[in-house]
């Protein structure tokens, strides 16, 4: 073996330990320890309420919505984020992945609708200034938005979704908008107020009635979370 030789063998050699040397340092970098899950909860702003100042709404009703549908999408929420954060994204099946983030996406947005449905019930209010101009400008009047808001709640009846006054950030005006289920938001909006129409949130009161229930809930609507909700989005 000639000296040339043996240098080029040493040279290799310790290009071999670096390359494993950063490699193992790159695979490192790559692979943090997971974050700790989020410690879903439900909020305490709706429960205990008082569905006694609900008009046209039972306690019964309300008691069974939150606790069998709210408090069970908080509680999947958490199931599920624990879920992912033991997954291995490199080896899962493509479908544990896609199912998981799937039903993440679906809990996590009936968490926040359902809450933001039990802030709009109470003793019934008008919306505050701010809100009321907003309306008006982009619907032409509050009758007219209302017309809207409940007739697109009624034609979901014997189906099942939300109907949600969403906040255009993009476009800066409000709009009524559809939803089949839980994943339906506009894109770079904020939900401001909620009619949620799974049957639910009704049936224990009005049977198929959905148009009554749709009815009731436009009577007992609490505009005050609306009011802080459409300020910190259009601040
Ligand atoms: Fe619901």
Do not use: C
């Amino acid at each position: 073996m000639t000296e040339l030789q043996i240098d080029r063998r040493n040279m290799l050699g310790a290009a071999t330990l670096l390359a494993a040397g950063a490699a193992a340092a790159s695979a490192a970098a790559q692979t943090p320890a997971a974050p700790a899950v989020s410690a879903f909860a439900p909020q305490p702003i709706a429960k205990p309420f008082d569905p006694a100042a609900v008009p046209g709404l039972s306690a019964n009703l309300l008691n069974s919505h939150f606790d069998n549908n709210y408090t069970s999408a908080v509680t999947r929420l958490r199931a599920i984020e624990t879920q992912i954060a033991g997954l291995d994204p490199a080896t899962a099946p493509n479908f544990t992945l896609n199912g998981l983030k799937r039903e993440e996406l679906i809990a996590w947005n009936s968490m926040i609708l359902h809450e933001l449905y039990f802030n709009s019930l109470g003793a019934p209010t008008r919306p505050g200034a701010a809100l009321a101009r907003q309306i008006e400008k982009d619907f032409g009047s509050d009758a007219r938005w209302r017309a809207q808001f409940s007739a697109m709640g009624k034609a979901l009846g014997g189906g099942s979704g939300w109907v949600i006054l969403n906040w255009s950030h993009r476009d800066k005006r409000l709009v009524n908008q559809w939803a089949a289920d839980h994943t339906m938001t506009l894109a770079g909006g904020t939900p401001v107020l909620v009619l949620d129409m799974y049957e639910h949130a009704y049936a224990i009161d009005f049977g198929s009635r959905a148009a009554a229930y749709v009815d009731a809930y436009m009577a007992a609507i609490k505009w005050t979370a609306a009011d802080a909700a459409f300020a910190k989005a259009s601040a």
